[in-house]
């Protein structure tokens, strides 16, 4: 069969739920992989990275219980933790995904798509044809910066870096994101001996004091931290070593080197020229995933760049499915804000955990972002070791909340919470910032006593109660 309603071109966890939406929208749909099914979150990004973090987090939690320390008279098992992630992957096989998408009633084409028309995708020497729609869900690659010498030295993006079945000796890693800074945690904590180069701060975009938090517990894990400087050259030498020079002038020698400095569209060879766009460019949208300039080209989820988070991305994924069927099935489309088909939150309350040691988990604007829209913002603090809940959970809880109130409506804008895992605190934050929930309502909101969510309490009383 070559003619379908709609073609999704990319089978990771976003252009699946695009698929799946679809087809139980009614849509007959073909979804393209060239790589694994699954993609990225699945065998390089997201699972691989947390399994190889999980077993160092739950060690230490023990640790830090007086009675459990007690117990723990052994080291982290790295060859363990290594297979562990190895299962998390499925070894790299795919077979449990494709066989879903089949069982989803989907048609999986394996190949590489490219696009040669309006409504049109080659695959090797095959023609397709969509009735109504193509969906380019084609993610993203790691960004090689161009610094003299960096790809002669076969540097690691996170694809090595996820997939490793030893643990080099030492590691440098280039970018101060989430990236770098959960992968240099877990790596330190599985032995490499890791340095960090960043040409700012660490963990941009979050609350400022999330980084510094951060900072310091990678400087205490032992890891050499080199902020405000990057690599002018690197060198890799016959005996397999990197070298690497910062712009202070210092070398830093290592086994291995990650570079993680953000991304770029995988829209290099997809043959958007031949409808107008421009190779190498991010897929620009509007709130129902259409391309710009376009009325049948959707982009969802890394490609577009609006969040590049695979939660935000199949939530993206429901909207575009859902209105690609209603679409074509001449049914109303709700593009309001908040409405069915759109992707509103991408704007407005975009969750995101960063599973370093402690962790970061953070909703909506920071109170930087806030004041830059104009909004009348008062900003509440609280140290979440003074919470019961957190003083149980851990003798030597470290942990800082901060909520973000736009004044002139009396509701949460954003919330960061820092600390052992915060990343469970996150959605009642992310629901008060998407329902908008009145301040003067959320005290009705009682959390459970003895548990680390009564810092919500504490933040309530640091803003100030109702007379
Ligand atoms: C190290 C790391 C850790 C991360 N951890 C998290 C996390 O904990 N939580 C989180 O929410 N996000 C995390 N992310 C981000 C997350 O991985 C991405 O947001 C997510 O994978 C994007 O999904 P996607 O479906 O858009 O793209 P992808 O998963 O990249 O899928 C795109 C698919 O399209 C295929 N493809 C591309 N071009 C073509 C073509 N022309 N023809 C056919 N197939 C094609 C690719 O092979 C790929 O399988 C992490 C990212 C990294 C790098
Ligand atoms: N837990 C999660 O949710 C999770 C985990 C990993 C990745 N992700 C997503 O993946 C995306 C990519 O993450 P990322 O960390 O690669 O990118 P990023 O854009 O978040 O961070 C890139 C960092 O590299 C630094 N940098 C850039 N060029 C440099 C240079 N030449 N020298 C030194 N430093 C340099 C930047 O200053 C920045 O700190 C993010 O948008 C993130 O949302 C999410």
């Keep these: 069969m070559t003619t379908y309603d709609l073609i999704v071109i990319g089978a990771g966890a976003v252009g699946e739920n695009v698929a799946d939406y679809a087809t139980r929208g009614g849509l007959k749909v073909a979804l393209v992989e060239s790589d694994l099914v699954g993609g990225e979150c699945s065998y390089w990004a997201c699972m691989p990275s947390k399994a190889l973090l999980m077993s160092s987090t739950v060690l230490d939690g023990a640790k830090a219980v007086d009675g459990a320390r007690q117990a723990v008279t052994g080291e982290l098992d790295v060859q363990a933790v290594l297979n562990r992630r190895n299962s998390f992957t499925s070894n790299w096989d795919d077979q449990g995904q494709a066989d879903w998408v089949a069982g989803a009633g989907i048609d999986l084409i394996r190949g590489h798509a490219t696009i040669t028309g309006v409504r049109e995708v080659t695959v090797g020497d ?28 076969k540097p690691w993006s996170n694809k090595e870096a996820t997939s490793a079945q030893s643990i080099p000796s030492s590691l440098m890693v280039i970018g101060g994101g989430v990236v770098a800074a959960e992968l240099a945690t877990a790596y330190q904590q599985l032995g490499a001996k890791v340095t960090l180069a960043a040409r700012s701060g ?57 570079v993680a400095t953000g991304r770029v569209p995988r829209t290099q060879s997809l043959g958007l ?44 994924a429901r909207a575009a499915g859902v209105v690609i069927a209603a679409r074509a099935l001449g049914k109303p489309v709700h593009a309001e804000p908040w409405g069915a088909h759109v992707a509103t939150a991408d704007h407005a309350a975009v969750p995101q955990v960063t599973f370093t040691s402690p962790e970061v988990a953070s909703v909506g604007l920071t109170a930087a972002q806030a004041e830059q829209q104009g909004m009348d913002v008062k900003v509440v603090d609280y140290d979440m070791a003074q919470v019961a809940g957190s003083s149980l959970k851990s003798d030597t809880y470290k942990g800082q909340a901060r909520i973000v109130v736009d004044e002139s409506r009396k509701v949460l804008v954003g919330a960061t919470f820092v600390g052992p895992e915060v990343s469970d605190l996150l959605h009642a934050a992310t629901v008060a910032v998407v329902a908008e929930v009145p301040i003067d309502r959320l005290w009705h909101a009682v959390p459970s006593y003895p548990t680390v969510t009564e810092v919500w309490l504490r933040l309530l009383d640091a803003y100030g109660r109702p007379e």
């Design 126 to 153: 095959t023609v397709y044809t969509a009735t109504h729609a193509v969906a380019a869900v084609v993610g993203s690659d790691a960004l090689l910066p161009d610094i003299p010498g960096l790809i002669d030295s």
């Design 202 to 258: 660490l963990l941009g975009g979050n609350e400022p004091f999330a980084g510094e938090m951060v900072a310091d517990s990678l400087r205490d894990l032992g890891v050499d931290l080199r902020l405000n400087t990057s690599p002018t050259r690197v060198d890799r030498d016959e005996h397999g070593l990197v070298t690497t020079t910062l712009s202070d002038g210092t070398t830093v020698v290592t086994d291995e080197l990650l």
């Design 273 to 316: 020229e031949t409808v107008g766009l421009t190779p190498g460019d991010w897929l620009h949208t509007d709130d129902t995933l259409l391309v710009e300039g376009t009325d049948w080209l959707y982009a969802v989820g890394d490609v577009n760049h609006r969040a590049l988070l695979t939660h935000q991305g199949k939530y993206q």
